[in-house]
C-alpha cells in the first residue's frame, strides 16, 4: 500500500434495501439471460416490472425529491424518450418508432425506480447485486466455453467467439469487462476484508470472458474507463497498487487461455474443444483462489500499514516514470504521434476478411469492419433530416437503400451517431443530458471509496457504445443505468435541498406511472403473442401460430409484423391467396420493408410478382446478398 485509505461505508442491511437490491440483481440476470435484452417482450417485461415497483413505493415508501443531479440525468432520458415518441409524427416508419419507443420506456422506468429508492448509504447494495447478475451471466457464458460438451451452443453469427447468454460477443465482451472494472473497485474499497477477497477472485474468471469474445472494443473501452478513474480517483495511488498486483494473477489467466488452441481456434473438434476447456478450469479455480489470496494479504496490510508521504511521492514518480519510458517506446517502435494517428487510421478503414480460424489474429487486428462505411451512411442520414432526424428506427431502411457495400445490418453501430441521424440535435443534446450528468455527479463524489470502480465500468460503456449498438443490449444498457444511479446517489450531500414529496406529488406520480403502465402491457401482450407465434410456427404448429400471430395483431395494431408472421404460416400450409392478404395487410403498416415485399413476391405470380419484385429492388438495390444469409454484420 503506498497511501492512506478509507475503505467503502458499511452497508445498512434494512430489509427494504436487501429486498430492493435482490430484485434489481435478479432483474438484471433475468435480463442478461434473456438474449441480452434485445427483444421486445425483455423491455415490456421489465418496464412492467420497474413501473409496479415505482407506483409501490410512491404509494408505501417514504419517497424524496432525488438531487439536482438525478433529475436532470432522469430528464433528460425521459426527454429523450418523449422526443421519441413525439418523432412519430415524422418518422416514416412508426412501427420501427413505436418499438424504439417502447425500449425507451424500459430505460426510463428503471432509472426513475433506481434515482427514487436509491440513496447513498444503499449505493454498495445495488453495486453488488447488479455486479453478481454480471458475473453469473458472465460466469455461464464462460462455462459455456470450458465444458462445450454439455453446455456448448453453436451460434454461428459469433463466429466461434464467445456470446452466451447475450447472444453477441462484442456485448458479452464489454459486459464483463465492465463487471471487471467494477471488482476492481470492490477488490480496492470494498466494506470488509471478505469481500475484498471475494472481488479479487472473480477477476481471473472475468477477464478469461472476455478474452473469449475476442473482442478488440472491449479492451479498450475498459482500458478508457480505468484511466479517466484513476485521473479522477483522489487516492489513485492506492488503486493503482491494488490493480498493479491484482494484475499479473489475471494476465496469467488470459495468457494461459491463449495458448488453449482447443479453446482459440473455430477449426478445433469438440474433443480438443472439450480436453483444453477442462484443463483450463483448474487453471482458473487456481488463479481465482490465488488472487483472491492477494486481495485478502492487500486489505489485511492496509488495516497494519500506512506508509508514509515520502514513500507515496517515490512510488507516483516511479509510476510516471514507467508511464514516460512506455509512450517513448512506443513511439520508437511505431512512430510518432502524427504517424500512428495515421497508421491507425489506415488500419482501421481497411476491411479485413472474415475471422481467422486462429480467433487470437482477431485481437491484434486493427481494422474498424465496415464501420467507417457505416458511421459515413449514418452522417449522410442525419445531412438529410438535419433538423428532426429522419425518425427512430429508421436507420435500417436508410442503410438498405443507399448501402455502398453487401453488408446486412439493422443499427449505425454507434449510439451518438444513430440518435443524432434518426432523432436530430434535439436528440443527441438529449442523450448527453441524460449520460453526461452521471460522469459530473462522479466528479462531485470522487472522493467516495466505491465511485473509481463504478466510474470506470461506466465510461467503459459510454465509450463502447460509441463503436457497436450497446444501447440496443437492454443487460448492458441497464447495468450502464444501475451505474450511473449509483454515482448519482453517492454525489448526495446533507446540504443538497431534500423534502418528501407531498400527497399532491405522489399523486401526480403515481397517476404518471399508472399511465405508463399502458403501453407496457401492451407491448408484453403484442410481444409475447409474437413470440409464441414464431416458436409455434418453427415446430411446425400452424394452428397455434396463426391464431397468436392474430392474437398479436389485436394488441399491435400498428406493427406488420404479426401479419408477416401469420402470412408466412399461411404460406406454410399452402394457403397463398390468404398468406397474399396477409402480406399486403403488412405492407400497409410499413411499405418500406422490403423483407414484406419480397415474401408477397413468392405466394404471387405474374404482374404482382414482379411488382412487388420492383418494390424490393427499390427498397434495397443489394437485396440478393441478404437473401443469401450471409453473415454480414460488423463485430
Known amino acids: 500500500m503506498v497511501e492512506t485509505t478509507a475503505a467503502a461505508p458499511r452497508m445498512r442491511w ?21 438474449s441480452g435484452g434485445y427483444f421486445p417482450t425483455a423491455w415490456a417485461w421489465g418496464a412492467l416490472v420497474a413501473l409496479t415497483v415505482v ?7 417514504d419517497a424524496v425529491r432525488p438531487s439536482s443531479l438525478a433529475l436532470t440525468s432522469l430528464g433528460g432520458l425521459t426527454g429523450l424518450a418523449a422526443w421519441t415518441w413525439v418523432a412519430l409524427i415524422w418518422s416514416d416508419v412508426a412501427s420501427a418508432t413505436v418499438l424504439e419507443g417502447l425500449r425507451m420506456l424500459l430505460y426510463v422506468s428503471v432509472l426513475a425506480a433506481l434515482v427514487l429508492i436509491v440513496r447513498r448509504a444503499g449505493v454498495p447494495v445495488v453495486l453488488w447485486a447488479s455486479f453478481v447478475a454480471v458475473f453469473l451471466a458472465s460466469g455461464y457464458g464462460l462455462l459455456t466455453r470450458l465444458f462445450p460438451e454439455r453446455l456448448g451452443v453453436f451460434d454461428p453469427i459469433a463466429g466461434g467467439r464467445l456470446a452466451e447468454p447475450l447472444t453477441y460477443c462484442n456485448a458479452l465482451g464489454v459486459f464483463a469487462a465492465m463487471g471487471m472494472l467494477l471488482g476492481l473497485g470492490f477488490a480496492a474499497r470494498a466494506h470488509n476484508v471478505v469481500a475484498r477477497a471475494v472481488a479479487g477472485a472473480t477477476l481471473p474468471l472475468l477477464n478469461a470472458t472476455v478474452y473469449f469474445t475476442f473482442s478488440r472494443g472491449a479492451w479498450i473501452a475498459a482500458a478508457i474507463g480505468l484511466a479517466l478513474a484513476v485521473m479522477v480517483d483522489p487516492r489513485r495511488l492506492q488503486f493503482v497498487l491494488t490493480a498493479l498486483l491484482l494484475a499479473p494473477v489475471s494476465a496469467v489467466a488470459v495468457y494461459l487461455a491463449s495458448r488453449e488452441s482447443g479453446l482459440s481456434r473455430t477449426d478445433a473438434p469438440l474433443s480438443a474443444a472439450s480436453h483444453d476447456g477442462h484443463r483450463f478450469a483448474v487453471y482458473l479455480l487456481v488463479l481465482a483462489a490465488a488472487s483472491g489470496l492477494v486481495a485478502l494479504c492487500l486489505a489485511l496490510a492496509e488495516q497494519r500499514v500506512v506508509p508514509p508521504r515520502p514513500a507515496r511521492l517515490v512510488f507516483g514518480g516511479v509510476l510516471m516514470l514507467a508511464a514516460v519510458a512506455c509512450l517513448l517506446a512506443t513511439f520508437v517502435r511505431f ?14 478503414t481497411t476491411t479485413s476478411g472474415p475471422d481467422p480460424v486462429n480467433l487470437n489474429e482477431h485481437l491484434i487486428s486493427f481494422s474498424g469492419t465496415h464501420r467507417p462505411q457505416i458511421w459515413h451512411e449514418a452522417w449522410r442520414d442525419y445531412r438529410a433530416h438535419p433538423v428532426l432526424g429522419s425518425g427512430p428506427g429508421t436507420f435500417e431502411q436508410y442503410w438498405n437503400k443507399h448501402r455502398p457495400i453487401k453488408l446486412k445490418l439493422r443499427d449505425a453501430h ?13 436528440g443527441l443534446l438529449l442523450l448527453v443530458v441524460a449520460l453526461g450528468t452521471p460522469l459530473a455527479a462522479a466528479f462531485r463524489a470522487r472522493r467516495h471509496p466505491l465511485v473509481p470502480g463504478v466510474l ?3 465510461v467503459a460503456y459510454l465509450a463502447h457504445a460509441g463503436i457497436d449498438w450497446d444501447w440496443e443490449m437492454g443487460a448492458l444498457t441497464l447495468f450502464a443505468l444501475a451505474c450511473a444511479a449509483a454515482l448519482l446517489a ?9 423534502w418528501s414529496l407531498s400527497p399532491g406529488m405522489r399523486i401526480g406520480s403515481l397517476s404518471v406511472v399508472l399511465l405508463l403502465l399502458v403501453p407496457a402491457v401492451v407491448g408484453l401482450a403484442g410481444a409475447s403473442a409474437l413470440e409464441a407465434s414464431d416458436g409455434a410456427l418453427a415446430k411446425g404448429r400452424y394452428g397455434e401460430a396463426a391464431s397468436q400471430a392474430r392474437k398479436a395483431a389485436r394488441w399491435w395494431r400498428w406493427s406488420p409484423e404479426p401479419w408477416k408472421q401469420l402470412g408466412e404460416t399461411q404460406a406454410e400450409q399452402g394457403d397463398f391467396a390468404a ?9 400497409a403498416k410499413d411499405r418500406r420493408d422490403w423483407t414484406v415485399w419480397y415474401d408477397l413476391s413468392t405466394v404471387t405470380s405474374g404482374r404482382a410478382s414482379a411488382r412487388a419484385l420492383r418494390e424490393v429492388s427499390r427498397l434495397n438495390p443489394r437485396y440478393g446478398s441478404d437473401l443469401e444469409g450471409a453473415n454480414n454484420v460488423p463485430r
Open 414 to 426: 454507434s449510439l451518438y451517431l444513430e440518435v443524432l441521424a434518426e432523432l436530430g440535435p434535439v
Open 14 to 34: 434494512g430489509v427494504g434495501r436487501i429486498g430492493f437490491g435482490v430484485g434489481a440483481g435478479l432483474g438484471l440476470a433475468l435480463v442478461a439471460f434473456a
Open 335 to 348: 512512430g510518432g504521434p502524427v504517424t500512428i494517428a495515421h497508421k491507425g487510421y489506415d488500419a482501421f
Open 579 to 587: 398468406a397474399q392478404r396477409s402480406f399486403r395487410k403488412a405492407i
Open 456 to 458: 470506470a465500468a461506466y
Open 490 to 498: 453517492a454525489a448526495e450531500r446533507g446540504g443538497d435541498a431534500r
Open 55 to 61: 407506483a409501490a413505493f410512491l404509494v408505501l415508501g
